[in-house]
């Protein structure tokens, strides 16, 4: 059974450009998060979508968006990046929508803007 | 205000020596799961453990153990007999019913196994 699967692994960008990140899920899961991963603030949630609704947003700017397709693929999307921006984007599925469940995640995105 | 804290930053043990991860979280609410997960060099966060709010019971699961304790807001992680591949970055989480499927995951320790 295939992993989560996120790409590209690697990405560098410059100030100002937008990027988008890909994340496909476990076959049959339809619950999908996001998280970034940086040494300073360390893990923090992004959103989650479930059925192609975000169902729930972390703190973060309006620059951060996502959406979930009818295959229960995802994307997000970063607009207007800043140096800060650089980071691991990890993204995690999950078989059921209760929030009791744990999720499987990928092995991340690294982000490097310059 | 922080969740979940994991003091220890990072931990260097001989291998075969047993080795204490610590991680004391903060909820209001009597409904919750805790997570732990390993962090490999590549990236990918590997669960290791779920557990909730309403069992206490301590698990073992080969080297691995987990000692829960509400009273003390403490979920500790203890590996027996480390080895070279326990090397890792460890994550203690919570997840809580009144805030649905979101991670608060605290900043996590660095386990370096010396051969």
């Known amino acids: 059974k295939a992993g989560v699967t996120q790409t590209p692994r690697y990405l560098i960008k410059t100030r100002g450009q937008q990027v988008t990140l890909s994340c496909s899920p476990i076959s049959g899961h339809r619950s999908v998060s996001w998280y970034q991963q940086t040494p300073g603030q360390g893990l923090q949630f992004l959103f989650e979508?479930?059925?192609?609704?975000?169902?729930n947003k972390g703190n973060f700017p309006g620059r951060f968006s996502g959406r979930q397709f009818s295959n229960s693929r995802s994307e997000m999307n970063v607009s207007t990046l800043e140096l800060g921006d650089s980071a691991l984007y990890l993204c995690?599925?999950?078989?059921?929508?209760?929030?009791?469940?744990?999720?499987?995640f990928g092995s991340g995105t690294r982000l490097t803007v310059v | 205000a922080q969740k979940v804290t994991q003091a220890q930053t990072e931990i260097s043990v001989v291998e075969k020596e047993d080795v204490t991860l610590d991680c004391v979280y903060e909820?209001?609410?009597?409904?919750?799961?805790l997570f732990w997960y390993k962090q490999p060099p590549s990236g990918e966060l590997v669960f290791l453990i779920r557990r909730n709010s309403f069992d206490e019971q301590n698990e073992i699961s080969g080297r691995y153990s987990w000692n829960f304790q509400k009273s003390t807001s403490s979920f500790n992680f203890t590996i027996t007999a480390s080895q070279v591949v326990d090397s890792a970055v460890y994550f203690c989480?919570?997840?809580?019913?009144?805030?649905?499927?979101?991670?608060?995951f605290g900043t996590g320790t660095s386990l370096t196994v010396i051969p």
């Open positions: 979508y479930f059925s192609e609704t975000q169902r």
């Open positions: 909820t209001r609410d009597t409904t919750y799961y």
């Open positions: 995690a599925s999950s078989a059921r929508i209760q929030w009791d469940y744990g999720y499987t």
């Open positions: 989480a919570l997840s809580e019913a009144i805030t649905g499927n979101q991670f608060y």
